[in-house]
């Protein structure tokens, strides 16, 4: 099962995680919410968003997309940002992560956080920010 990195008390960043491992991320982290941050089709034999999203519903997690290719773009951080603020405990996926975390970052800094915490916290995650304008 993949394992994920909290940035803070109510969220998480994971690489890729199976539509099959959700139930057991759930009841693990308390999650209420998944934030797909992946495109569909970037590998051969990735889940769907649909196929993911089918997975957290049934396990009663709310689903939200925001893909990310490059830099996350205004759309997908203001889409992250509306998730954040809308319910507890989060998994934010993409391929690596990394994705993820600049996802994370932006929202929360369009949300008035100042960048060096942002920063420090990720980087306590794994994730190196030190090259994202925020």
């Known amino acids: 099962m993949t394992s994920p990195s909290r940035l803070t008390t109510d969220v998480w960043i994971s690489a890729q995680i199976a539509p099959s491992a959700l139930a057991e991320l759930a009841e693990t982290l308390g999650l209420k919410q998944v934030i797909n941050n992946r495109p569909d089709h970037e590998e051969p034999g990735q889940p769907t968003s649909e196929e993911i999203q089918a997975a957290a519903e049934a396990t009663g997690l709310e689903y939200v997309w925001a893909p990310v ?4 773009n205004a759309d997908a951080v203001h889409r992250v940002a509306q998730a954040l603020e809308a319910t507890g405990p989060v998994l934010m996926f993409c391929r690596s992560g990394m994705r993820s975390a600049a996802a994370w970052a932006l929202a929360r800094r369009l949300q008035g956080e100042d960048a060096a915490s942002l920063r420090r916290l990720a980087l306590d995650a794994g ?8």
């Open 69 to 72: 290719s490059g830099m996350p």
């Open 127 to 134: 994730y190196d920010l030190s090259r994202l304008p925020l």
